[in-house]
C-alpha cells in the first residue's frame, strides 16, 4: 500500500479498551496438539489518546511506572526500516527491533516489561505512520485492571489498545463510536486488521507468540486453540467467575518441559490424560454453545464437573502447586469449584460461579482467599473484545486513572 499523506489525524479524543485471557480447558494438552478453549476475561486494558500540536508524541503506562516521548521530527530518521508497503502480515525484522532498541537506548538499560512496552510502541506507531504517510502528535495514556506477568494476556490487550487507537486515529480504519452511543465495536474486516497488527506487537514482545491472546483481546468470546488453528465459538454466554493470582511465580518453559519428560517416560499413562483433557474442552464448547441458546442453571453442575477433573490432569501432568490445592480447598469449603488456568505451578485460578450464587458467599470466599495472600477478582468470561467508549460508559475508578479526563 503507498503512502497516503491526504489522511489527516482524527481531531478528537479515542477511547478504547480490549480484555485479558484465561484458558478455561486445555492448559499443556494443547502444546501436543490438543484442543484448548481460550475466553475473554472482563479485566481489561483502556487507552486513551488525544491529539496534541507541538509535533510530540508521548506514551504513559502508569501500571509500569513508565513515561515516554518523543519529537516526531526525530522519530522521522526511522520511518527508512519501516517502509510503507510493508504487509501487516509481514513479522517484524531484527534489523528493525535493534534500531528501535538503539534508538530508545534500551540495551540493558530498563526493566524487561518496560522495555518490551516501549520497543511494541515504537514498532507499531512507526508502521502505521508510515503506512498513512504523516507522524501523529498525540498524547497516550494506557492504564490495566490486569497484572503483569500473570499469564492473563496483558501484553496482548495492550497491543490490540494500540493496534485499534493507531489505525483509528490515522484513518485507516472508521472510529466506530456514533453519537450518542456508549459503547462501538469495528466490523469483522477491521478488526482482523487490528488483530493482525496487535499480533506483530505481540511478536516484539514474546519473539513466537501462538496468536491466541491477541485474538481474543481483538474479538472476544471463546477460542478454541488446536495445532496452530484459531477458531472463534459463534456464541457463548458470560458467565460469573472469581480469579485468583497465588502471586506465586512460575516457569512457563519449565513446566511445560516437565510435561513432556513425563509423557515420554510414561506414554501408556499420560496419552490417555491428554485426550481426556482434549474431551473435556470440546465437551465444555458443546455447553457453551448450549447455554448461549438456552441459558438454564442446568448448565453449570456439568461445568463444575468438567473443571473438577481438568484440575485432576493438571495435577496428575505436574502442574499443580500447593498454593493452587489451597485456592481449590478454600472455595470448595464455600460450594465452588475450581482449577488452574495456564501453566500452572503457582499463577492465577478460576472459580466458576452460578447465577444464584449469594453476594455473602461471594464475599465470604474472596476474604478467605485474600487472607491466605493471594489476590481475588470478580469478574466475567465471555466478555467482549476491543470496544470504543465513551466517557459516560467507563466506571469512576477507570476514568481516574485516565487522569480524569
Known amino acids: 500500500m503507498a503512502a497516503q499523506p491526504e489522511r489527516k489525524m482524527l481531531a478528537r479524543t479515542l477511547l478504547v479498551s480490549a480484555p485479558g485471557k484465561v484458558i478455561l480447558h486445555g492448559e499443556h494438552a494443547v502444546v501436543h496438539g490438543m484442543a484448548a478453549l481460550a475466553v475473554a476475561v472482563n479485566l481489561r486494558t483502556f487507552l486513551k489518546m488525544a491529539p496534541r500540536n507541538d509535533g510530540k508524541v508521548s506514551v504513559e503506562l502508569p501500571n509500569i511506572g513508565t513515561r515516554l516521548c518523543w519529537e516526531t521530527t526525530k522519530l522521522q ?20 527491533i535493534e534500531k528501535l532498541k538503539e534508538f530508545a537506548s534500551l540495551t540493558n538499560t530498563a526493566a524487561a516489561t518496560q522495555s518490551l512496552a516501549t520497543l511494541a510502541f515504537l514498532y507499531l506507531y512507526l508502521s502505521i505512520a508510515s503506512k498513512c504517510g504523516f507522524m501523529p502528535s498525540v498524547d497516550i495514556l494506557v492504564w490495566s485492571e490486569l497484572p503483569t506477568g500473570a499469564g492473563l494476556g496483558s501484553s496482548a490487550a495492550y497491543s490490540v489498545c494500540l493496534a485499534g487507537a493507531l489505525l483509528s486515529g490515522c ?8 453519537e450518542g452511543q456508549s459503547v462501538g465495536r469495528w466490523p469483522a474486516e477491521d478488526l482482523a486488521l487490528i488483530n493482525s497488527w496487535a499480533f506483530r506487537g505481540e511478536q516484539v514482545i514474546h519473539g513466537n507468540p501462538s496468536g491466541v ?11 478454541r486453540f488446536q495445532a496452530g488453528k484459531i477458531c472463534s465459538l459463534k456464541r457463548v454466554p458470560m458467565l460469573r467467575i472469581l480469579l485468583t493470582n497465588t502471586q506465586v511465580p512460575r516457569s512457563t518453559k519449565v513446566l511445560v518441559a516437565g510435561v513432556k519428560e513425563k509423557i515420554m517416560k510414561f506414554p501408556a499413562v499420560m496419552e490417555p490424560v491428554l485426550m481426556s483433557v482434549d474431551a473435556i474442552s470440546h465437551q465444555c464448547e458443546t455447553v457453551l454453545e448450549a447455554m448461549a441458546e438456552h441459558p438454564s442453571l442446568d448448565h453449570y453442575p456439568v461445568l463444575e464437573e468438567l473443571m473438577d477433573i481438568n484440575q485432576h490432569h493438571l495435577n496428575v501432568m505436574g502442574v499443580g502447586h500447593s498454593a ?16 488452574l488456568t495456564g501453566a500452572g505451578g503457582g499463577g492465577c485460578a478460576i472459580t466458576l460461579l452460578r447465577p444464584d450464587t449469594a453476594p455473602s ?39 481516574k486513572a485516565l487522569g480524569g479526563m
Open 213 to 223: 491472546d491477541n485474538a481474543v483481546g481483538t474479538s472476544g468470546g471463546a477460542l
Open 77 to 96: 530518521p526511522l520511518l527508512v526500516a519501516f517502509p510503507a508497503d510493508q504487509a501487516e502480515s509481514h513479522p517484524p525484522s531484527p534489523e528493525q
Open 171 to 178: 484513518g485507516v480504519i472508521d472510529y466506530p463510536l456514533e
Open 361 to 399: 458467599v461471594v464475599e465470604a470466599t474472596i476474604q478467605d482467599l485474600s487472607n491466605c495472600g493471594f489476590e481475588c477478582w470478580e469478574t466475567d468470561i465471555g466478555a467482549p473484545g476491543i470496544c470504543a467508549h465513551s466517557l459516560q460508559s467507563l466506571k469512576a475508578e477507570v476514568l
Open 324 to 339: 493452587l490445592d489451597k485456592v481449590c480447598q478454600v472455595t470448595a469449603s464455600h460450594g465452588l469449584h475450581s482449577k
